[in-house]
């Protein structure tokens, strides 16, 4: 798990870097399906990774929206505020945190519980899920988007030490 969390962040940085070359009308141009533009995408990555990892901490969760963040130097900014925690917490998990039991209100009222595993798992495939949208998105954009490959990122080597 941990792996998928350092491949996450390192295509995520490759995003970024391919969004300097863009302009800002094109990164927040209204597009079909996901969130709409291509930096309000990599705004709600960030902030559902770091939500997610405050709620299973106990702590609150981050209230703003897009509005405040409308530039990538902005979203980047963002994102280094959030990671430590973030990283933090990743580095930290062990197999006794598996099965322990994150309790949520839903907006209807509904209370939901859910293992933490399952969220780690559904944060990094919300992600990945989100850098699909934005490989079509670039293509539409006339570029080549960021590639997905896992292999070759030297990710087991990182991983070993963690």
């Known amino acids: 798990m941990k792996m998928f969390f350092h491949y996450n962040w390192i295509i995520r940085e490759e995003w970024y870097r391919w969004c300097e070359e863009i302009s800002e009308e094109e990164l927040l141009k209204e597009r079909t399906g996901g969130l ?7 705004f709600h990555i960030a902030d559902v990774e ?3 990892i405050r709620l299973l901490e106990g702590k609150e969760d ?15 900014q963002l994102d280094a505020r959030f990671r430590p925690e973030v990283e933090n917490f990743v580095a930290n998990w062990d197999d006794s ?3 322990r039991v994150l309790t ?3 907006r209807d009222g509904t209370v939901d519980t859910d293992e933490w595993g399952e969220v780690m798992r559904h944060v990094i495939a919300h992600e990945i899920h ?4 934005l490989s079509v998105w670039a293509r539409e954009v006339g570029r080549e988007p960021v590639s997905a490959n896992l292999v070759g990122r030297g990710l087991p080597e990182l991983n070993k030490n963690k």
Do not use: C
Request: hydrophobic share 35%; no cysteine; proline share 0%.
């Open 130 to 133: 989100h850098i699909g949208q």
């Open 36 to 42: 709409g533009s291509i930096l309000e995408t990599l």
């Open 97 to 99: 945190m598996e099965h």
């Open 104 to 106: 949520t209100i839903g």
């Open 50 to 52: 770091w939500s997610w």
């Open 62 to 76: 981050f209230q703003e929206g897009f509005d405040n963040y409308k530039s990538l130097e902005k979203v980047r």
